[in-house]
C-alpha cells in the first residue's frame, strides 16, 4: 500500500518573516500521520525552514541540487550539502527547471543519479506541452522522459524514484488535469515503469500542476495518483493543509 505523500513546492518564493507566518501555521495544521509531507524552500531557507519543520513530522526537500560532489561549481549546491542541512527529498527536472534553464535528459539523469548516490530521495518530474498534448504526443514525450532515467539508473535502482506527473499546461495556470486524464497518464507511466522491468507497486507517481484544496480529492481518489506536488497552493497554509487533509482522508 503506498503512503499518500504531498510535496510543497515553494518556488522562489518567501522571505524569513514571511517563512516564520508560513511555517507556524503548517505546524498546527498540516500534521497527520496517515500522509507523508514535505516542503521544498529556495535553498537560503533550507535551514530556517528545516530547523521548524524537525520537530514537527514534516521533511524538508529542495527544489534542485547538482550532478557534481564538490569543488569549482560557481553557484551549485551539491548533493552533500542538501543531507547536511536535512533534505530528505529533492525536486529533480521540473519542468521550470527544463525549459528555463535548459535542463536535459541526461542532466535530469545525472541529479538524479547523485541525489541517489548521497541518499536523497529524488522526485522526478515528467510532463508534456499544450502542443504536444494536442498533437497527440503526450504518452510519446511523457514515456521518453521516465525512460531515459531508467534506462540509465537500471531497473532495480529505478525503483527508488517518486516521479511527478505535472502537465506544463497545468502548472501555475489554475487548469487543473481532470481526474481521468491525470489518472490515464499516472496509468501509463506505471505501466512503462512496469515494462522496464521495474517494481512498480511500491513506486509513488505525484500528480502537480495546479492542485488545490478543492480539486484534490477528486484526484488522490483514483487509483494510482499517489499525492501531489504543490506549486502556489502550498504558499498558503490553509490551502495546503486542505491538500494534506484530502490526501488523509482518502488514506483513511
Ligand atoms: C509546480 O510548480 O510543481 C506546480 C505544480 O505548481 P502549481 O501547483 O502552482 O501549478
Redesign the pocket.
Known amino acids: 500500500m503506498r503512503k499518500k505523500l504531498v510535496v510543497g ?1 515553494w ?1 522562489m518564493n518567501g522571505n524569513r518573516a514571511r517563512n516564520d507566518v508560513l511555517l507556524s501555521a503548517l505546524l498546527e495544521e498540516a500534521r497527520s500521520e496517515a500522509v507523508e509531507v514535505a516542503v521544498c524552500p529556495p535553498f537560503p531557507y533550507l535551514d530556517q525552514v528545516g530547523r521548524v519543520l524537525s520537530e514537527a513530522g514534516i521533511a524538508l526537500g529542495a527544489q534542485n541540487v547538482s550532478s557534481f560532489e564538490a569543488g569549482a561549481y560557481t553557484g551549485e549546491v551539491s548533493p552533500a550539502m542538501l543531507v547536511d542541512l536535512g533534505c530528505a527529498w529533492v525536486i529533480v527536472g ?1 519542468s ?1 527547471r527544463r525549459t528555463l534553464f535548459g535542463e536535459t535528459d541526461e542532466t535530469v539523469l545525472a541529479k538524479v543519479r547523485a541525489a541517489l548516490e548521497f541518499g536523497l530521495k529524488p522526485i522526478l ?1 515528467v510532463g508534456e506541452t499544450l502542443a504536444q498534448r494536442e498533437a497527440g504526443n503526450a504518452e510519446l514525450v511523457v514515456g521518453g522522459q521516465v525512460d531515459s532515467v531508467v534506462s540509465g539508473l537500471g531497473a532495480d535502482v529505478a525503483a527508488q524514484l517518486t516521479l511527478a506527473y ?1 502537465p506544463i499546461w ?4 489554475g487548469r487543473v488535469a481532470s481526474p481521468d486524464q491525470a489518472q490515464a497518464m499516472h496509468r501509463f507511466i506505471r505501466a512503462r515503469l512496469e515494462s522496464a522491468q521495474v517494481a512498480s507497486s511500491e513506486v509513488r507517481i505525484l500528480y ?4 488545490t484544496a478543492d480539486n484534490a480529492s477528486e484526484l488522490f481518489a483514483q487509483p494510482d495518483i499517489d499525492g501531489a ?5 502550498s504558499l498558503a497554509a490553509a490551502g495546503f493543509s486542505g491538500i494534506c487533509r484530502a490526501a488523509a482522508v482518502v488514506a483513511a
Open positions: 513546492n518556488k521540473h521550470e518530474c505535472e497545468a502548472i501555475g495556470t502537480g500542476g495546479s492542485v506536488l504543490v506549486g502556489g497552493a
